[in-house]
């Protein structure tokens, strides 16, 4: 496999929050460096289902995940999997789910937390947190520096061939605090600063970069139903593969198989939607 990419999905970040707020994002689309679009979720527009089908291609009515309180073990073919059997590497520093969906469940602190497993035919080298704890009064999320940092250790130790990363953090700042509000610009701001040192480093590793996020958040902190702000959010582009117009909203279906393409790796007949790069 001759091309390398990492998805980087910051949680629940509403399209509007993305373009008004992540100023080094939006400025590297002013001076074409990267490609912008609105990204539009599954139904429902909650995190777990939004997890499996970003990585299967397939709806929740198809995967069974019908939420975050009914995780387990796909089934259908995914991202990981797919790069695996093309003689890829893989790698994911995220939430538990992620392990749980695509390697075993059920989590096991001791064994899932760090690991890595050359032989595995889906996630070779896996950091994950379990947010055990978490609630309103406390996130019980990592620095996203630590986040952002764990996955460039693994690109540049195992030549990860795809990596994933998700971080919750916006997404639990958002249920905490909605999203008019002073602290969820201070959050994004700060999301925005941390992550940008990253991008160009891991484009010189050889890496092109898509930045999106699961789903969006109304303004009262939800999602998981049908509205543009729980659905919509932006999707960043970097690399050179050309994309669709600026006015095209990307289905999440399109996420996996988009992948896929980039890579070089086959696209199952399960992933029914049209790659948006090219």
Avoid at 70 to 96: C, E, I, Y
Avoid at 138 to 157: E, I, K, Y
């Amino acid at each position: 496999m001759t091309k390398k990419l990492l998805l980087i999905i910051l949680d629940g970040v509403p399209l509007r929050n993305f373009r008004r707020l992540f100023g080094n994002l939006e400025g590297w689309v002013d001076s074409g460096d990267a490609q912008t679009w609105t990204h539009r979720s599954v139904i429902p527009s909650i995190s777990a289902s939004c997890y499996a089908s970003i990585h299967t291609g397939v709806t929740p009515a198809e995967h069974g995940c019908t939420g975050n309180g009914n995780v387990f073990r796909l089934t259908h073919p995914d991202v990981f999997g797919q790069v695996r059997k093309a003689g890829g590497t893989t790698g994911a520093v995220a939430h538990s789910f992620w392990s749980e969906f695509f390697n075993r469940a059920p989590f096991d602190f001791v064994r899932d937390i760090e690991y890595d497993e050359p032989d595995s035919t889906t996630i070779n080298h896996g950091r994950f947190h379990s947010m055990t704890g978490y609630g309103a009064n406390n996130q019980m999320t990592p620095s996203d520096v630590d986040l952002f940092g764990t996955l460039t250790n693994l690109c540049a130790r195992f030549d990860l061939t795809y990596g994933m990363l998700h971080t919750c953090t916006l997404d639990s700042m958002g249920h905490r605090f909605f999203h008019d509000c002073q602290e969820m610009d201070q959050a994004c701001f700060v999301m925005d600063e941390m992550l940008a040192p990253s991008i160009p480093r891991w484009r010189d590793m050889g890496y092109e970069v898509i930045v999106t996020a699961d789903h969006g958040q109304d303004d009262r902190g939800h999602h998981g139903g049908r509205s543009p702000l729980q659905q919509e959010t932006a999707l960043y582009y970097f690399g050179e593969a050309k994309g669709p117009d600026t006015g095209t909203v990307i289905d999440q279906l399109q996420l996996a198989p988009t992948i896929l393409h980039r890579l070089g790796a086959d696209i199952p007949d399960t992933m029914r939607g049209k790659p948006f790069l090219s």
